[in-house]
Structures are given as structure tokens and as C-alpha cells.
Nanobody
Framework: QVQVVESGGGLVQAGGSLRLSCEAS????????MGWFRQAPGKEREFVAA????????YYTDSVKGRFTISRDNAKNTVYLQMNSLKPEDTAVYYC?????????????????WGQGTQVTVSS
């Protein structure tokens, strides 16, 4: 079993920044691909960003490219999502997910463990 805990959400004005953190338990964190997803009210959960187990490969949905950066620190069992130039449409609950595989993917069904989510609200 892997425990996943997100932190760092909050309320920010449009144009502002937030950094989300996600800590996953387990001695084999460096073998997990990791992903961030989000879900706005009335919408399906959608892919935001993902990172391979070594951090050498990263993936982003088009709407956040150039604004969000995913990174990881395997020594701290933590993955981060730096979010800059935030927009009201970024408002959602953000979820961190663990994939027990080498390759990061964009599909929620490929991920094995999920955190409880952290709320991000961007005011206009």
C-alpha cells in the first residue's frame, strides 16, 4: 500500500503562483511514475502533468504548458507542481497519483494510488 498526501493548495489571484507538493510513502518511490490530475465541479478528472521515475521525462496538458512545471525529489519521496500565471479556469481540486510503472501516462486508469486532493482556487 502506498500513502499519498498532497499539500500546498489555496486561494490566489489570477496571475499568481502556487506550488503543490505530494509525498508518497514507500522505499521504492524512485520506481514510481507520478502524475497530477485535477477535477473542477461538474467536470471529469483531467490530466495535468506527469513525470517519469527518474524525472528525465515530463508531460503536460496543452492548457498548462509554459505555466506549470512538474519535478521530483526522490530523496524526499516528493513530487512538486509549480503553477505560475494562474487563471480562473485552473480552479479545481488537484490530485496526485502514483503509477507502479516506469512510464508516466496521461490516463487516470493507469494510476494505482491517489491522494485526497487539495483545492486550488484562482480568483479573477
Amino acid at each position: 500500500q502506498v500513502q499519498v498526501v498532497e499539500s500546498g493548495g489555496g486561494l490566489v489571484q489570477a496571475g499568481g503562483s502556487l506550488r503543490l507538493s505530494c509525498e508518497a510513502s514507500g522505499r521504492t518511490f524512485s520506481s514510481y511514475a507520478m502524475g497530477w490530475f485535477r477535477q473542477a465541479p461538474g467536470k471529469e478528472r483531467e490530466f495535468v502533468a506527469a513525470i517519469s521515475r527518474t524525472g528525465s521525462s515530463t508531460y503536460y496538458t496543452d492548457s498548462v504548458k509554459g505555466r506549470f512545471t512538474i519535478s521530483r525529489d526522490n530523496a524526499k519521496n516528493t513530487v512538486y507542481l509549480q503553477m505560475n500565471s494562474l487563471k480562473p479556469e485552473d480552479t479545481a481540486v488537484y490530485y496526485c497519483a502514483v503509477r507502479l510503472g516506469v512510464v508516466a501516462t496521461t490516463k487516470p486508469r493507469d494510476y494505482n494510488y491517489w491522494g485526497q486532493g487539495t483545492q486550488v482556487t484562482v480568483s479573477s
